[in-house]
Nanobody, 128 residues
Framework: QVQLVESGGGLVQPGGSLRLSCETS????????IGWFRQAPGKEREEVSC????????YYKDSVKGRFAISRDNTKNTVYLQMNGLKPEDTAVYSCAAVLVWGPRRCSAYVADEYEYWGQGTQVTVSS
């Protein structure tokens, strides 16, 4: 049974930090890339970051480069998203998702519709 469970969201002030966790089970991170996505009310879902443990190549959306950092702990089957310098426009529901790396060996090659498994999401609100 494949499962992904996000945690770590909450309410923070602009400039604050949060660390999101994506705990996975039912597969190994060497076989699946993990992506972090977010969706704000009235806006399209967008990919924030992704990582594949097979080569540790990562991707970041331009607007979060230098502020967010993705990492993984294969022994815990967990992927993290450290978010620093948070801005109000970062407010969204953040979800992690997994896609089998069957072809391209970089996670940025896979679009959201290709991700097979999704967590339920965790709310991040950035407000003063």
């Amino acid at each position: 049974q494949v499962q992904l469970v996000e945690s770590g969201g909450g309410l923070v002030q602009p400039g604050g930090s949060l660390r999101l966790s994506c705990e996975t089970s039912g597969f190994t991170l060497d076989d699946y890339a993990i992506g972090w996505f977010r969706q704000a009310p009235g806006k399209e879902r967008e990919e924030v970051s992704c990582i594949w443990s097979g080569n540790n190549i990562t991707y970041y959306k331009d607007s979060v480069k230098g502020r967010f950092a993705i990492s993984r702990d294969n022994t815990k089957n967990t992927v993290y998203l450290q978010m620093n310098g948070l801005k109000p426009e970062d407010t969204a529901v953040y979800s992690c998702a997994a896609v089998l790396v069957w072809g391209p060996r970089r996670c940025s090659a896979y679009v959201a519709d290709e991700y097979e498994y999704w967590g339920q999401g965790t709310q991040v609100t950035v407000s003063s």
